[in-house]
């Protein structure tokens, strides 16, 4: 290996440096928008708390005052149910980031179940931080359906 290479690396590869492939516009270009996409670092602030704490009385009457007033005159329909779950839940979710509570993550979960006289079990699972995570639910009921909305709240570090 003494002596001079005869190749280059771009000549070995098959490839040229990016000076011979661009003209100097499209350079300017190429770093601009790769300066553009650079990821922003935050420094730690190790600090564990949040300073806008959830509350979930706030929640708790945002959501019963969602369910009220959206299904307030509704009669149950299995086929659009599932739409109408959709968008109280994106409704709810909103209001609760309205809310401003920071460094948590939401999941919020409605269930329209029609009145036939059974009972109902819901239940989920996931890693729970028992100091910092909590949820709440809010119900209402009509003549022909029970609605039900879970709010997760799950404390994000």
Excluded at 30 to 50: C, G, P, V
Aim: charged share 25%; net charge positive.
């Amino acid at each position: 290996m003494k002596g001079k290479r005869t190749q280059s690396n771009y000549e070995a590869l098959g490839t040229a440096p990016m000076e011979e492939c661009f003209s100097n516009s499209m350079k300017t270009k190429l770093l601009s928008f790769r300066a553009s996409r650079a990821k922003i670092r935050y420094a730690n602030t190790y600090r564990l708390e949040s300073h806008n704490k959830f509350r979930d009385y706030l929640v708790r009457d945002k959501a019963q005052a969602i369910l009220t007033n959206k299904l307030q005159q509704a009669k149950y329909d299995g086929v659009s149910s599932p739409s109408l779950c959709a968008s109280i839940s994106e409704e709810i979710l909103k209001a609760v980031k309205e809310l401003d509570f920071d460094r948590y993550k939401y999941v919020v979960s409605v269930l329209i179940v029609e009145k036939a006289g059974q009972a109902i079990n819901v239940a989920s699972r996931c890693v729970w931080d028992v100091q910092r995570d909590t949820w709440i639910s809010a119900k209402c009921e009509t003549e022909t359906f029970i609605a039900l909305a879970l709010v997760m709240a799950c404390y994000y570090e």
